[in-house]
């Protein structure tokens, strides 16, 4: 294989019908901050440039140009949380908040996920890592009427059951060694 420079996921970028109505959405319920905003010189659009990170100008790039009736072209846009507490309290923001819809809950072995829509319906995906590793895809169902002891236990005792079933570090650490034996990974910073 030629030698191929290693490159990180930076951001996503979403073209969207409504940019007001999206930017407000993006701030007021997932809190990014607008960073920039402004006409393309090439004429193709309006952006905003959204981030969380002071070390990333932009995370999410909203553009418009999306005809009415075209439906969203993005599988789903994923952001990490901290815990199931932060998840809990993600699902209480959806849940009170009319525009977003079809709010789902699962765990997948490697994380306990949240998925909804937002006001252009495409999905969105808040998650935790989980401690676990089975091999994907694998849906387990919660909800949140359950303590997060008792969604973290329910999982745990789900995925425990499933072939190829190791620990998250372990799994982790063997895809480190293939990836570095491939060489797309540089390694960890020193």
Known sequence: MPYIPYTRLSHVGIT???LNR??????RVL???LSDRGHAPRGDGEYAFLSRDPNEHHQIVLRTGRPEGVPSQIVQL??????????RA????LRADNEVTDIQTRAHGI?????FKDPEENIVETFVSSPWYVPAPSAVPFDFTMS??????NVRDA???RPGYKAYQEWKDEAALRMLDAGVWPGPKN
């Open 22 to 27: 999206m930017v407000a959405f993006y701030r």
């Open 111 to 115: 994380a306990w996920s949240m998925y």
């Open 159 to 161: 995925v425990k059951t």
């Open 31 to 33: 809190g990014f901050m």
């Open 78 to 87: 994923s952001l990490e949380l901290g815990s199931l507490a932060d998840l």
């Open 90 to 93: 993600m699902h209480d923001i």
């Open 148 to 153: 997060d002891q008792e969604i973290f236990e």
């Open 16 to 18: 969207v019908r409504d």
